[in-house]
Nanobody
Framework: VQLQASGGGLVQAGGSLRLSCTASGRTFVGYTVAWFRQAPGKDREFVAAVRWSGGVTRYSGSVKGRFTISKDNAKNTVYLQQNNTNAEDTAVYYC??????????????????WGQGTLVTVSS
C-alpha cells in the first residue's frame, strides 16, 4: 500500500494541527495504521496507531490526552489531530501501515509501508 502524508506546518505552542494519511493502490482494510515522528538528532518514535478493523487505538505517553488518531473508512484516510501542542512535538511525522500484533503496535520494524513524512514545527 502506498501512503501519502499531509497537513504539516507551523503552529504556535498550545495550538492545533491535523495530519492526514491517505492510502492509494489498495485500502487500509486488514492493516494497522500508525504515526511515528522523528525530531532532529533523535530516533524515530511511536506516536499513535489505529487498527482499521475494529478501531482499536494506542498512544504514546507523551501525546496521550492531547492527540487523537481517527479514521475515515469512506476516504481511506487516517487523521492525527494534534491539540495543545508544545515545542517537543516539533518533528517530521510519518504514517505507516503494517500488521503488528496489538502488544507490539508501537514497534517501528513491524510496519512495512511508509509515507514520505510531513514536517510539524511548533513555535514557542
Amino acid at each position: 500500500v502506498q501512503l501519502q502524508a499531509s497537513g504539516g506546518g507551523l503552529v504556535q505552542a498550545g495550538g492545533s494541527l491535523r495530519l492526514s494519511c491517505t492510502a492509494s493502490g489498495r485500502t487500509f482494510v486488514g492493516y494497522t495504521v500508525a504515526w511515528f515522528r522523528q525530531a532532529p538528532g533523535k530516533d524515530r518514535e511511536f506516536v499513535a496507531a489505529v487498527r482499521w478493523s475494529g478501531g482499536v487505538t494506542r498512544y504514546s505517553g507523551s501525546v496521550k490526552g492531547r492527540f487523537t488518531i481517527s479514521k475515515d473508512n469512506a476516504k481511506n484516510t487516517v487523521y492525527l489531530q494534534q491539540n495543545n501542542t508544545n515545542a517537543e512535538d516539533t518533528a517530521v511525522y510519518y504514517c505507516a501501515a503494517g500488521r503488528p500484533i496489538l502488544s507490539a503496535i508501537d514497534q517501528l520494524a513491524l510496519y512495512s509501508s511508509w509515507g514520505q513524512g510531513t514536517l510539524v514545527t511548533v513555535s514557542s
